[in-house]
C-alpha cells in the first residue's frame, strides 16, 4: 500500500549550535541552546512550540521527558528517538505525521550531544549488546573497528580503493572550507588523506569522524503556519525508514534504502535525476558510497565508478555534503543525524551559511544510524524541494 503523502508540510528555522571539541556543558545545555535558537529564528514565545522530537546519546539518565522540565516546555506531543545517525529523518517522519493529523502545530526537532574528554569511550564501551558478545572478548571494539571491517569487505567486493574513498573526503574538505561553522579549516589533498597515520586497517586518520559537542535543530510545520510567520522553508515531498534490513547479509554492503527509494520517488513524484545535491551521515566513507547505491544513483557494486566520473564539491558535477558534512564539520553526536537537513533547509530556503548549489530545487538527506559490529541497523531517506 502507497504511503500517504505529506501535503503541506513544511521544515523551517535552521539552527546549529557551533560546535566545540570538548566541552564542560551537558547534553541539556546544547539542547536547550538548539530550541533557544528555534524560538528566536521564528520570533514565536516557547508556548507556541507544543511538539518536540529529541534525538542524543549523552542526555541519560534523561529522555525526552525530562528535558521538557528542564527546558520549561509544555508540550501536546513528544518524542524520543534513539537512532544515531537516522533519528533526523525518523524525526522528521513522526513530527510531519503529527502535523497533519493535528497532534501539534510546531514541533522543534532536536539532536546534540556533549563531549567530554572521555564521553566517547564510555559511550562507545557500553553501545550495543550485540557489539559487546560479538567483538570484545577479541580486544577489539568501537565504531573504528566496525567501520574498518565494513570498508575491507566492501573493497574486496567491489573493488573499490582508498583513492576512491579519498576523493570524496577532499570534496567534503572543500566544501567545509567555505562553512564558517566547521571544525576543519585546514584544506585537505589526496596525498594527506592517502599518507595520515593508520587507525584501523584499511582506515587512516581522515576516513574517521571527529568526535565534538554540539546541535542541530528545525521547525516542522504547514505551510500556512510558516507563511504567517514570515519564515522561508523548505517543502517536504517524502520519507522513509528501514530498521534491519537485509539481516541475512553476512556483512553490510547495503542498507534500507535499496528496499525503500521507490515508494520514495513516488511519494515525492521526483527521481535521482531530479536530485540538485545529497547530504548523506558520513562517519566513514564507505557509508557514503552504500547511500549513494542504495538511493538509486548507481547499481550497488557501482559506487567507485560512480566516484570516479564525478566531482564532488559544491559547484561540481554531483554537489554533495555541502556543508563538508560530519567528516569536515564534526560529529556532535545525534545531531549528526541532523546536520544535512539543517543544511538542505539552508541550501533550498537561501539560508546557506557556505557556498550555495546554484538553482537548487530538490535535495535529498539521508540517514544511517546504530551500528552493531557488522553493520548499521537504522537507515532512512527524506526528499525536499524548495518553495
Given amino acids: 500500500m502507497a504511503a500517504r503523502g505529506y501535503d503541506d508540510v513544511v521544515l523551517a528555522a535552521p539552527v546549529t549550535v557551533p560546535y566545540v571539541r570538548y566541552s564542560t556543558h551537558g ?69 510531519a505525521r503529527a502535523v497533519q493529523g493535528g497532534d501539534a502545530e510546531i514541533v522543534a526537532c ?58 570524496l573526503c577532499v570534496a567534503q574538505r572543500t566544501n567545509a572550507l567555505e562553512n564558517p561553522l566547521a571544525l576543519f579549516k585546514k584544506p585537505l589533498t589526496l596525498a594527506d588523506y592517502l599518507n595520515a597515520r593508520l587507525v584501523a586497517d584499511p582506515l587512516r586518520l581522515f576516513d574517521c569522524v571527529m568526535p565534538c559537542a554540539g546541535a542541530e535543530g528545525f521547525l516542522v510545520m504547514r505551510r500556512g503556519t510558516a507563511e504567517k510567520l514570515g519564515l522561508p522553508f523548505a517543502r517536504l515531498l517524502g520519507a522513509v525508514e528501514r530498521h534491519n534490513a537485509f539481516p541475512a547479509d553476512p556483512i553490510q554492503d547495503r542498507g534500507g534504502w535499496a528496499l525503500d527509494r521507490d515508494a520514495l520517488y513516488a511519494q515525492a513524484g521526483v527521481g535521482p535525476d531530479d536530485i540538485d545535491f545529497l547530504e548523506t551521515y558520513d562517519d566513514y566513507p564507505v557509508i557514503n558510497v552504500l547511500q549513494f547505491e542504495g538511493l538509486g544513483f548507481c547499481p550497488e557494486g557501482g559506487g567507485a565508478e560512480f566516484i570516479r566520473a564525478n566531482s564532488f564539491e559544491v559547484a561540481g558535477s554531483f554537489p554533495f555534503n555541502t556543508s563538508g558534512g560530519q567528516l569536515s564539520v564534526g560529529q556532535a553526536g545525534a545531531a549528526g543525524g541532523h546536520l544535512g537537513i539543517v543544511e538542505a533547509i539552508r541550501q533550498l530556503s537561501g539560508q546557506t551559511l557556505g557556498a550555495r548549489v546554484p538553482d537548487a530545487r530538490h535535495g535529498l538527506i539521508s540517514g544511517f544510524g546504530m551500528i552493531n559490529y557488522d553493520r548499521g541497523i537504522c537507515s532512512g531517506a527524506a526528499l525536499l524541494a524548495a518553495a
Fill in 27 to 95: 547534553a541539556h545545555w546544547f539542547l536547550g541552546r538548539a530550541v533557544a535558537g528555534l524560538i528566536a529564528a521564528a520570533k514565536i514565545p516557547k508556548r507556541q512550540i507544543d511538539g518536540l522530537a529529541v534525538a542524543s546519546f549523552t542526555l541519560a539518565p534523561d529522555t525526552a521527558v525530562g528535558l521538557t522540565q528542564h527546558l520549561g516546555l509544555t508540550l501536546r506531543w513528544l518524542d524520543h528517538v534513539p537512532m544515531g545517525g537516522a533519528s533526523g529523518i525518523v524525526s522528521i517522519r513522526r513530527a
Fill in 110 to 167: 532536536v539532536g546534540g550531544d556533549t563531549n567530554h574528554t572521555d564521553s566517547f569511550r564510555r559511550n562507545t564501551a557500553n553501545f550495543s549488546q550485540f557489539a559487546q558478545d560479538a567483538v570484545y572478548p577479541y580486544g577489539s571494539g568501537g565504531p573504528n573497528t566496525s567501520f574498518a571491517l565494513l570498508t575491507a569487505y566492501y573493497m574486496r567486493r567491489h573493488g573499490a580503493t582508498r583513492e576512491d574513498f579519498g576523493k
